[in-house]
C-alpha cells in the first residue's frame, strides 16, 4: 500500500470522489446482502371504484425491513442501484413475489389483481419479456391478467422504440399495462400514443390540487378525455381525502387509490381490508357533470 502510495503523487483513495465512490459501492453490496438474506418485502395498496365500492386490485411497494434502521421507503434505497444490474435482480424478485402472493391470496378464495413497478434499467433490458415469460410460466395457475406492470413514462426516455417493442411483447403474455405518474414526462402525449398501456395513472401531483386549482382540474379533464378517445382507464393517484374522491367522482373519474382510501398495508391485512372498506356514502349519489366515465 505504502510503495503503491509512494509511486502516485495523487491520493485518489483519499478524495471526496474516491470516499463517495466506495461509500456507493458500500451501499450497492449492502442491497444486495439484504437482497440475500430476505430482508425486502412488499406492501399493497388497495385500488378501488369509488362508485361501486369494488376493490379492482392492489399495487405492491417495495419496503426494506432494514435489521438497525426499521422499515425504509423505497426512496432510501432504490437511486443507489438505479443503474446497476442489481435492479434487474431486485425487479425480478418483485415480480416472483407478487405471483407468489397473488396464488396465495387466490388458494384463499380472493382474486386479486396485483400491480408491480417496473424500473427503467429493468425494462430497457431487450429479454425483459422473455424472463417476463419465465416467470409467468413457473406459476401456471397464476392468470397473467392477475399481473399488472405500471411503467413510468420516463422508462422510454432515449429509447421509445425499444421500450414500446418490449411492451407490447408484454401485452401479448396478457399482462396489464399502465403508465404511472402519468402527466409528469416530457411529451407525455407522445407516451400515451406510442404505448401500448390500457391503463393511465394521473400523477398525485395533479390530483393533490385539484380542489383548489382550475388549472390542476382542467388537466384532469383533458386526461380523462384523451384517454376516453385512446380507449385507456383513468386511475387518479394520491387520493388524500373524501373530498378528492368527491371531485374525482364528478369529473368522471371512479378509479382511485390513495391515503384518503388506504395506505400501503403488509399483505396479511389486505384481506380484511376488503372485507370491512365501504366507500363514502355520498359517492354513489355524486352525479358526473361531464361527459367523462
Ligand atoms: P408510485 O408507483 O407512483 O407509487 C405511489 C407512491 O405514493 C407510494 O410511495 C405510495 O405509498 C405513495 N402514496 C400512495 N397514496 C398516497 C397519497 O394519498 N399521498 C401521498 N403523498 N403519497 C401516496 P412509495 O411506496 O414510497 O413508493 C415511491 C415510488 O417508488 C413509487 O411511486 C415507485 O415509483 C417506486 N417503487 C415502489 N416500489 C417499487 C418496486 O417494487 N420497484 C420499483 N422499480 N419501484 C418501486
Ligand atoms: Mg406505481
Ligand atoms: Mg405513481
Ligand atoms: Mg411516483
Not at 418485502?41 to 369509488?50: C, G, I
Not at 368527491?246 to 398495508?265: E, H, K, N, T, V
Not at 391485512?269 to 361531464?290: C, E, F, V
Request: hydrophobic residues 45%; aromatic residues 8%; proline residues 5%.
Amino acid at each position: 500500500q505504502a510503495k503503491l502510495a509512494g509511486k502516485n503523487r495523487y491520493f485518489l483513495f483519499d478524495t471526496a470522489q474516491a470516499r463517495y465512490m466506495r461509500e456507493h459501492h458500500q451501499s450497492v453490496e449492502h442491497i444486495r446482502v439484504a437482497l440475500d438474506g430476505d430482508e425486502f418485502v412488499l406492501h399493497y395498496q388497495p385500488k378501488v371504484n369509488m362508485r361501486t365500492g369494488d376493490v379492482i386490485g392492489v399495487e405492491a411497494l417495495i419496503r426494506w425491513q432494514h435489521p438497525e434502521q426499521g422499515l425504509l421507503a423505497p426512496a432510501n434505497f432504490l437511486p443507489i442501484i438505479e443503474e446497476h444490474r442489481l435492479a434487474i435482480e431486485l425487479g425480478n424478485w418483485v415480480i416472483e413475489s407478487a405471483l407468489i402472493q397473488i396464488l396465495d391470496w387466490q388458494q384463499s378464495g380472493l382474486t386479486l389483481p396485483v400491480s408491480v413497478n417496473i424500473a427503467a434499467r429493468h425494462l430497457r433490458q431487450p429479454d425483459f419479456a422473455t424472463q417476463l415469460a419465465k416467470l409467468l410460466a413457473k406459476y401456471p395457475s397464476v392468470a397473467p391478467a392477475m399481473l399488472e406492470l405500471e411503467v413510468l413514462e420516463t422508462s422510454t426516455l432515449g429509447d421509445l422504440a425499444q421500450v414500446s417493442k418490449t411492451l407490447e411483447e408484454c401485452r401479448v403474455l396478457g399482462v396489464a399495462l399502465s403508465l404511472d405518474d402519468f402527466g409528469t414526462g416530457y411529451s407525455s402525449l407522445t407516451y400515451l400514443k406510442r404505448l401500448p398501456t390500457n391503463i393511465i395513472k394521473v400523477d398525485q401531483s395533479f390530483i393533490r390540487d385539484i380542489l383548489e386549482d382550475p388549472e390542476d382540474l382542467a388537466i384532469l379533464d383533458g386526461v380523462l378525455s384523451l384517454a376516453k378517445a385512446f380507449g385507456r382507464q383513468v386511475i387518479a393517484e394520491g387520493v388524500e381525502t373524501l373530498a378528492h374522491g368527491d371531485s374525482l367522482l364528478r369529473m368522471g373519474c371512479d378509479l382511485a387509490q390513495g391515503y384518503g382510501i388506504a395506505r400501503p398495508m403488509p399483505a396479511a391485512d389486505i384481506p380484511s381490508w376488503i372485507t370491512h372498506w365501504q366507500p363514502a356514502p355520498q359517492w354513489a349519489k355524486i352525479r358526473r357533470l361531464n361527459r367523462n366515465e
